[in-house]
Every structure is written in C-alpha cells, then in structure tokens.
C-alpha cells in the first residue's frame, strides 16, 4: 500500500507542477492546490500507514491501547491545510487583481513593475 | 601601549576632517605630531630591542573560541617597521599639508592616510595570524580608497580598482594560508611557533601553505607578473606614493616573508621561488624603471625592482637576510626622499616628464640639494647608506643556488637603478633653465621637511652606522634568522671581499651613466617593450579576466534569469532531480524494492486511483469549471484516505476547506478569461517528461521516508500524557491547541495577515481607475 501511496504522492507532484510550469497563471493556481494536496499525503505516508484506529482516547482509559495511526502527523497536515487554503485565498485575489491591472493572464507578459 | 599606538591612530583618523576644519592651513602640522610622538616612543625601545629583546605587552582577547586575538609582540623586524610607518608617516601627513593646500577634501584625505598608518602599524605588531590578516586587508582597503581619491578621473578610479582587485584576490590566498599554517603549527600566535620552534617544511600541508603566501605577498609587493599595478597606482597624490607605495604597505609582502621565513623558510621549494620570483622582478623591472619618462613612473619601477631585490636575498636566506633588511630600511629612506621631491617639482612646475624640464637646480635647490642625496643613495655610491645595502648584498649572492645568475642580476638592477637616479636627480635639475622650470618657484617648508629629513637621514646612516641604523638591521635580521644581533650582522660581512665589491660597484655606475647618456637609444632600441610588457602581464591581460568574468555574469544572467517564472521553475525543479539523482539514484531503486507488510485493500486503491484521475484530469480539462470540478474531487478523495487511515480530524478539515477552495475557484475564475494555450506540443511534452520524472524523485523520497526508522516516535510522549496533563481526549487536538499551542497561534496569524490582504487586495480594486471588468465583489 505504501508503494501505492508513493506513487499517487508522485503523480499529485507531476500534476502540480506540470500546471505551475503553464504561462497561464489561472493554472498555476491549481497547480499550488495539487502540490499541497501532495505534500499533506507525503507527511502522512512517511510516517507509516496503518488502517483504523483514530488517536482518540476511549472514556475511562488514561492512555492508548492497542495499535493506532500516529497523531503528529495528523497534527502537521491540519496545519499545512489551513496555510495553504489561506495562501490560496490570497493568491486567487492577487491574479484576479493582476489580471484587471494587465489585463492578460500570461506570466510572460507580466514580468515588469511598470505597465 | 602598543595596541593604544594603534587605535590612537584610528581615532586620529576619525577626527581628522574635524581638525582640518578648525586648524586650517595648518592642520597638517597638528596631525602630524601623534605620529611623530609614536615615532620617538618607538625609537626608545631601539636600545632594549637591539639587545635583543623582544616586546611582548598584555594581548587582548577578541574572538577566543576561535583563537584570535590582538596580541603584539615588537622584536627587531616590527620595531623597524613601525618607526618607518610613524616616522615616515609623520612627514608625509606633513607634506601633504603643503601639497594638497586648498584641496576641498584634504579633510576626508588626512582621514584615508592616518586609516593606513593606524593599519599598517596594527599590521607590523601584530603577532596573532588572523589579526595580521585583518589588518593586512585594511590597508588594501585604504590603499584603494588613497589611489582612487581624485575620484573624478576615471584613471584614478581603475587604477584604485586594479589595486584593490589585485591585493585584494592575495589577501584571499593569504587568509587561506594563514589558516593552513594555524592548522599545522596548532596555534595562531605567531610567538608560539617560534618558542615552539615549529619549522612547516616537513609538513604535508606545506607546499599549499608556501603558494598562497606568497600570493598574498608577492600581489602586495608587487612581484612579477602582479607588478603591473604599482605604477597604476601612481594615480594616487604623491604624498600617497611615497609613504604606501614606496616606503610602507608594498613592502608588507617583503614584511610577511621576513616574519614567517624562521616557520616556512630553509627549504629548497622556499628559495628557489623567492629567487626566481624576486629575481626577475628585479632585473625586469629595473629596465623598465630607466626606460621611463614620467617622474613617479620611473619611480615606482625602480620600488618594484628594490622590492624583486629583498624578495630574492630572503630567497637566498643565509646572511641574505641582513642585506635585504639593510636594504629595505635604505630604500624605505631614499625612496621616500625622491617621491616627495617628484611630488614637489610636479606641485610647483606642473610638470610631469623629466625630459621637460632643465636647469631646476637654481630655482629649487633645497630639493634638488635632497634629490641629489637620495639619488646618490639608490645609485649606492659611497659613503651613502645605500652604499652599505649593497655592500651587505653582495656578500652572501655568490653562494646561494642560482648564485651567477643572481650576481648578474643585481649588477643590472645596479646599472638601471643608476641611469634611474640620474633621470630624477639630475636631468631636471642642471642646465639652463628652460621654460616649463622657469614658470616655478622653490617649495613650501612642508614640501621640504619631508625630502631633507629623510635624504639627511639616509646621509648620517652611510657615515654613522652606529646610531640607529646597525642596532635596527641587526635586530631586525636577528628577528628573522633567530640569531643574536650582533652575530646576525657580522656574519655577511665576513664573507665580503672589498676590492671586489668596489671595482663591480664602480663598474655598475660607469654603465649606468653610459646608459643615461644614449637613453634616447635605448627606449627608441626597445620599443617593443611598451607593447609587450601590458601584454606580458599588466592592463591587457587584467582587463581581459575583468571583462570575461562580466560576460560570463552577463551569459548567466541571460540563460537562468530571464525573467520568465516558467523557466525559473524548470531550471530548479531540473537542478533538484539531478541534485537527488546524482546524490543518491541507487539509494532510490532499491527504495522501490522494499517489501511492504501494509497489504494494498481494496477501498485503499479505489481511494488511490480516483485521486490520480481526478489529479490527471484537473490538468487536462480544457474548461475552467471542469478542472475545478476535478480539483474539488481531488479534494475530497485525498480526504477519503485520511477517514480510511485514521485521520478523521484531518479528514473533516480537508472537507471544510476543500468546499471552501472550489467556492473562492468559482468565484474569482468568473472574473477571469477562460483557459489558453500559450504552448506548443513540444514543450507541453517536455514539460511532462520534467514534471514525471520530478514525480518519480519524490515518490522515491516518500518510500525512503517509509523505511526510515524514526526511533524513538516522539508521538509516544503525546499518546501519554494527553490525558494527564491535558486532559484531553482526542490526541491531534490536544497537540494543536496546548502541547504546540504556540504554533497554531501561528498559524492563526498567518490566516489573519492573508486575510487582511486579501481585503486590501479587493478594496484597492474598487478604486481601480480603469477596470478591465466590472467589480462583482467576490467577497
């Protein structure tokens, strides 16, 4: 399963990239969406995949029993979902704005300060 | 009291430009009193330090950890050294007082000299390698800053930059070595190599160590091929070219090879390097000197020449080293002397070729009366102390390796240095006065003191050894070969046979005159040296690196930064597959081969193979809505392997925030142009083959991270004491708001600042003065 996982890592990557080298810069943002959703399952699979058993601890009980999925990089991905939405907002307004400005959405056309 | 010399002069150079305002035309007689005071309570310790002492004040610890410190240690070598700097110093500060009177900026000059005096004065007692090193540099600096200090010719400003690049790529080399020789003697304190009596030569790092000191030297004294920049340098106000590139900071290299010769020094690879090289520049540059026309041209070959000449007796070693410590002390003297009095006949005639000029002995003749002096001196006619260099000199010549060529060697630079000192003493001096003498007058007692004192001084040296000229070589070269100084000395004499000496000496001289008198020949004879020696070594080739290195800069700057982000991605994301690649490509394979306990389920690859559809499909969608359609599917099937793997936190947040993405995609996507295609096949096609293989690279990098084991799992300590501590339930939670709770404050900032933006974004399109659409108000 592993391998599997690896592989998908691998394609949201290829995806990603393939949209961000695109001179339109609509589809660099959608490119930045699949880069992230690859690096969020590229922390959870390196860390060891294991079916079931949230890290929640039953009522009653001070500690976990029995094998469950480890919590931190649960922790880590949360973060890294929330930055990157906020990072998307951000750049989806900045080429809506750059767009009006130059009125074009080629990167190339949009390489000087002055218009 | 030795580091208070220093940094009084540092301080001095600080408030120099305040003191000009206040003193005036006098100003330069003011400044020049700290360095005179430090000159006579240096010439105290000649007595103590001639008996072989050595000074060794209270050093102050600067960077401990690393072994540096700003430790001083005043023996022989130094002593001399440092009353050249402040006494010398002390009548230039002086004389440029009467050379630069009026000048607007005489103020920010008098800063730039006594910055050099106070570093080249640091660099002199300095006993700690990198505090020499520091120091060293410094002068490099203010060296640049005095040549290029007529700033408004664009002569001055190359030459300063030549000067600057030149010792500047030494200084590197230097500090490379100074490194070495700390690593291999184990110590920085150059004291705690002698007492030790660490000697390098056997050592393996010695040969790298030998190179880049003596490119660091030879580039600082202006050795062969690096000589091209001392006469550059003549760009610089006279005062400059007398005490920096004369008297002080070109003989730093001869400083450096002096010092260090008892550690790196008695080798064969030693001598026959300083030989050859200083060899060479001697006779190379001694010829150039008496080809010359311009005053401070013929000038500063001749120092390049002198400077071959010490390179080359430390090169011979033996009693070479009291000649080339007699000699640099001769030279420091008479040189000086000559620099000014070219500096004051340029000042009050403004003229600058010695072939235009005659008949100046009746309108100057308290300079020509110096001129005569010092020119006697370099030409090493008796009783002149410049006489007595030579005399210490031909003494250990014949016995060293390339012993015949030697002699020959310096009986040319003696019949060059000759015909030199005539073009300078006496060619502008006697005759008629002609008219471009006749427009000037006698110079100022500023411009005098400087000549005369130094002239009388090398004058008293020749006839009166005794008085501070024997104790200072004497303990000088006892500094350098570790004997007691008054063996160091006599030891060169013995071997001096005195018929000999005065018949090559007479002989050198006849020949230098025969030389004065068919100069016309001899440069018209030699033409082809004004092509072929700036091709040898000096502007052309010099130029030649400068501007290669700026196309090549240029070339880069074109292929990696062309403005185009497209391309800034490719070339990383293309330098980071080869990076891994070349780093690791087997360490990857075998990553792929692992066998794997975590059995693929079937939900898990339904999971698996929708996200990469969805993932292909988002990229290959033609229609905005469709790719963010796939996109949100994406989205929401990279959310099912979180529930599946026993992330359901992770998955409910992934849920949330992947309606919000499609809802923000369709929103701002209205206000934009559909999809274009700005790309043709075959870049689309390549662009795949880099995105796959990028790809490939990570999926390699996650089955590495998979087999890793990252013991011990620091998740335990959370498992534990979630409860306990925290009194929490649902681990993920407690680790984001207490155990790291700092962390998510963070990252709540973050999304605060990206929203602030966002809604300045927006408002400022509101006033947009003309919006290529209507606003719709995405929020």
Not at chain 1, 16 to 35: E, P
Not at chain 2, 145 to 154: E, K, N, V
Not at chain 2, 633 to 643: D, E, K, P, R
Request: charged share 10%; aromatic share 10%.
């Amino acid at each position: 399963m592993h391998l599997l996982m690896a592989i998908t890592v691998g394609m949201m990557y290829a995806t990603g990239l393939y949209m961000m080298l695109r001179r339109s810069i609509v589809k660099l943002l959608i490119g930045l969406v699949l880069l992230s959703h690859g690096s969020n399952l590229l922390i959870f699979t390196a860390a060891g995949l294991s079916e079931g058993n949230p890290p929640l601890i039953r009522p009653g009980e001070d500690g976990m029993v029995g094998p469950h999925t480890d919590p931190l990089p649960g922790a880590l991905i949360l973060t890294a979902i929330v930055i990157s939405f906020a990072i998307l907002a951000f750049a989806c307004v900045l080429v809506k704005r750059g767009y009006e400005e130059v009125g074009t959405d080629d990167q190339n056309a949009m390489n000087t300060t002055d218009q | 009291m030795v580091l208070t010399s220093v940094f009084s002069l540092f301080l001095l150079a600080l408030v120099a430009p305040l003191v000009t305002r206040v003193a005036g035309r006098y100003a330069g007689w003011v400044l020049a009193t700290v360095p005179a005071g430090w000159a006579v309570w240096y010439a105290g310790f000649i007595a103590r330090v001639g008996e072989g002492e050595v000074i060794t004040p209270a050093s102050l610890v600067w960077v401990d950890s690393l072994g540096v410190a700003l430790s001083t240690r005043v023996d022989g070598l130094s002593l001399m050294f440092a009353l050249l700097v402040t006494g010398v110093g002390a009548l230039v500060v002086a004389y440029a007082g009467g050379y630069l009177a009026g000048h607007h900026h005489l103020g920010r000059f008098y800063g730039y000299l006594i910055a050099f005096m106070a570093s080249m004065l640091g660099l002199v007692v300095s006993d700690n390698l990198i505090a020499i090193f520091i120091f060293w540099e410094l002068t490099s600096v203010t060296s640049f800053l005095l040549i290029g200090f007529g700033h408004d010719r664009a002569a001055a400003r190359t030459a300063a930059l030549q000067a600057m690049i030149v010792t500047g790529l030494g200084g590197l080399a230097l500090l490379a070595g100074l490194l070495l020789m700390g690593v291999a003697a184990g110590t920085y304190e150059f004291s705690e190599m002698l007492e030790g009596g660490i000697t390098l030569g056997d050592h393996p790092l010695y040969i790298g160590i030998l190179v880049l000191v003596c490119l660091g030297a030879f580039t600082k004294s202006a050795q062969f091929p690096f000589h091209f920049w001392l006469p550059g340098a003549m760009e610089a106000p006279a005062p400059v070219s007398a005490y920096l590139h004369s008297s002080t900071m070109v003989k730093a290299g001869v400083f450096l090879l002096a010092k260090f010769s008892p550690v790196l020094g008695g080798t064969e690879e030693w001598a026959w390097t300083l030989q050859i090289v200083g060899g060479v520049t001697m006779v190379y540059a001694a010829f150039l000197a008496a080809r010359a026309v311009y005053f401070k041209r013929i000038l500063a070959f001749t120092t390049v020449s002198s400077l071959g000449a010490m390179v080359m007796l430390l090169g011979v070693g033996g009693p070479g080293e009291a000649a080339a410590m007699g000699f640099l002390l001769a030279h420091a003297m008479y040189k000086g002397t000559l620099f000014m009095v070219a500096g004051s006949v340029e000042h009050q005639t403004h003229t600058k070729n010695v072939e235009q000029l005659s008949g100046l002995m009746r309108i100057m003749p308290v300079t020509f009366a110096a001129a005569a002096l010092g020119a006697a001196s370099m030409a090493g006619v008796a009783p002149f102390f410049g006489f007595t260099a030579k005399y210490l000199m031909k003494g250990p010549i014949p016995e060293a390796a390339a012993g015949s060529f030697l002699v020959i060697g310096v009986m040319a630079m003696g019949i060059f240095m000759t015909t030199a000192a005539l073009l300078v003493a006496y060619k502008p001096f006697v005759g008629k006065p002609n008219e471009a003498a006749s427009a000037g007058s006698e110079a100022g007692p500023a411009l005098l003191l400087g000549p005369v004192v130094l002239s009388v001084a090398g004058l008293i040296g020749g006839l009166m050894p005794g008085l501070f000229v024997q104790p200072l070589v004497a303990s000088a070269t006892a500094a350098v070969t570790g004997d007691a100084p008054e063996k160091a000395l006599s030891s060169s004499i013995g071997m001096i046979n005195m018929g000999t000496l005065l018949s090559t000496s007479t002989l050198a001289i006849v020949l230098g005159v025969v030389f004065y008198a068919v100069r016309d020949m001899l440069r018209r004879t030699t033409g082809l040296m004004d092509r072929l020696d700036p091709m040898l070594s000096g502007p052309v080739v010099f130029q030649r690196v400068l501007s290669g290195t700026l196309w090549f800069g240029r070339l880069q700057t074109r292929l990696l930064q062309n403005g185009s982000l497209n391309t800034y991605i490719r070339t990383t994301i293309i330098g980071f597959i080869a990076l891994v690649l070349g780093l690791g490509a087997n360490r990857l394979k075998n990553a792929f081969l692992w066998q794997d306990a975590e059995r693929p389920s079937l939900l898990g690859m339904i999971l698996v193979v929708l996200l990469i559809v969805s993932g292909v499909a988002a990229t290959v969608f033609r229609y905005r809505l469709a790719a963010v359609a796939a996109l949100g599917m994406a989205g929401v099937a990279s959310a099912l392997i979180f529930v599946f793997y026993g992330a359901p936190d992770v998955a409910m947040t992934q849920f949330a925030i992947e309606t919000l993405t499609v809802l923000i995609f369709v929103l701002v996507f209205y206000h934009l142009p559909q999809f274009t295609s700005f790309t043709g096949r075959m870049q689309k096609f390549s662009d795949w083959v880099v995105s796959l293989a990028f790809g490939a690279v990570m999926a390699g990098m996650v089955m590495l991270a998979v087999q890793t084991d990252m013991a011990p799992k620091i998740s335990g300590y959370f498992s534990e004491n979630a409860v306990p501590l925290a009194y929490g339930r649902n681990i993920i939670n407690v680790i984001l708001v207490d155990f790291r709770a700092a962390d998510t404050f963070g990252e709540i900032v973050v999304l605060g600042i990206a929203g602030v933006g966002v809604a300045a974004l927006l408002s400022v399109s509101g006033r947009s003065q003309n919006p290529t659409k209507p606003d719709g108000g995405v929020a």
